[in-house]
């Protein structure tokens, strides 16, 4: 019982969403953050900053994580609500404020104690925070930090995708650009075929951070790819479909590619496909002959996502031959969670369609390595005829 308790609040107070809000409506609220209201009650919380990290949109991601114990509700009808004032050192200095609101489920007698969080963009600079809770009875959590952000060494190649002293909202419908220098690579026709899963091949539930992870890859490839036209595809071999498809993909477009994510149910699975046990393989199959076959040909086809849990081989003879110079083929495989290097496996289905045809494949742990990535597809871009 106490276990199925912290499933439930914690499914209910998942990370919530912080948005950027206009400091004019909120002046009742920012006074309360310095504290010092009379007769102020204190809510019992812990409060720990996340560092930022750079994430795989080539943005600096950090936040904070809250522990609140649950004993100090009982029933219905409460909720919290979280202001955060980040404010550079450098820049202009002007403070950028973030809100969320958390409705608890029914709680009853409990000893639980939830932990909740919040997140938010960042581009290089020093900054300070300070981070607020109230709930609906008026009591006050609050907490101060500093924040450096800067590029490791490690991290050097790296083009950060955001001004220095900004603060920008976390999101799922894409994201803002920086204006694109100019360069000599050619602009190509790239096809990105985006494997919607778990980075975690064993999970059978697509997390929030898996799906921030593969939408800010995407974006990242718009933002630093020169291309004269985009195909995106998204695809799952579990369910052995293709569940999204656009032709002359745009940024615009990316809050499409979000809802086709979230509609993925996993754990829900069709007798029929369970019955067809090489259906992955067919899928990749038609996926990569459709490609081939494709009037005009792409310059690079891409798959992009993390690896699969299959590792049957693609027979050479399902797939098509090109006719002339077909595209290059690449796998970005991203395998971002790694503590010490792991036993050789093998090939996975993906990487085994495309070793057939002579494409190549990148494993990526860090947004450095996928930094490089990105470049050799910019070379490819170069060569393309």
């Known amino acids: ?134 709930d609906d009875t008026g ?78 890859t995407v974006s990242s490839l718009l933002e630093r790819v020169p291309a004269r036209s985009v195909r995106l595809v998204l695809f799952n071999l579990d369910r052995q479909k293709e569940l999204y498809r656009k032709e002359d993909f745009q940024f615009q477009d990316m809050a499409q590619v979000s809802q086709a994510i979230t509609n993925i149910e996993l754990g829900l699975v069709d007798f029929q496909v369970l019955q067809n046990k090489r259906g992955h393989i067919d899928l990749l199959t038609e996926l990569v002959n459709r490609e081939i076959a494709a009037q005009p040909p792409s310059d690079v086809v891409l798959f992009l996502g993390p690896p699969a849990r299959y590792f049957d081989s693609v027979p050479q003879a399902s797939l098509e031959k090109p006719s002339g110079q077909g595209p290059q083929f690449y796998y970005f495989q991203l395998a971002p969670f790694f503590r010490q290097p792991a036993p050789a496996e093998p090939a996975d289905t993906i990487k085994s369609a495309l070793s057939r045809l002579g494409g190549k494949t990148l494993v990526i742990h860090t947004p450095g390595e996928f930094a490089k990535a990105i470049e050799r597809l910019e070379k490819a871009g170069r060569s393309a005829p």
């Open 139 to 216: 009591r006050v959590c609050r907490k101060s930090w500093r924040v450096d952000v800067h590029l490791s060494r490690a991290e050097r190649q790296v083009k950060v995708a955001m001004p220095p002293d900004t603060v920008w909202e976390i999101g799922l419908r894409g994201s803002r650009t920086l204006p694109r220098g100019t360069d000599d690579t050619a602009p190509l026709r790239l096809t990105i075929f985006l494997h919607a899963a778990p980075l975690f091949p064993r999970r059978t539930r697509m997390r929030p951070n898996d799906m921030v992870t593969l939408m800010s």
């Open 1 to 134: 019982m106490r276990y199925a308790l912290i499933l439930a609040l914690a499914a209910s107070t998942a990370a919530p969403a912080q948005s950027i809000a206009n400091p004019n409506r909120l002046r009742s609220v920012i006074a309360q953050l310095e504290g010092g209201q009379a007769g102020e009650q204190a809510l019992r919380c812990e409060v720990s900053a996340i560092k930022p990290s750079l994430n795989y949109g080539f943005r600096y991601q950090a936040g904070y994580v809250v522990t609140v114990p649950m004993n100090q509700y009982r029933g219905s009808g409460h909720g919290w609500r979280t202001l955060t004032r980040i404010t550079p050192e450098g820049g202009d200095g002007k403070p950028v404020y973030l809100i969320s609101r958390i409705p608890l489920p029914q709680v009853p007698k409990t000893n639980v104690e939830v932990t909740v969080g919040g997140g938010y963009l960042l581009g290089e600079g020093v900054y300070k925070v300070r981070w607020m809770m109230l």
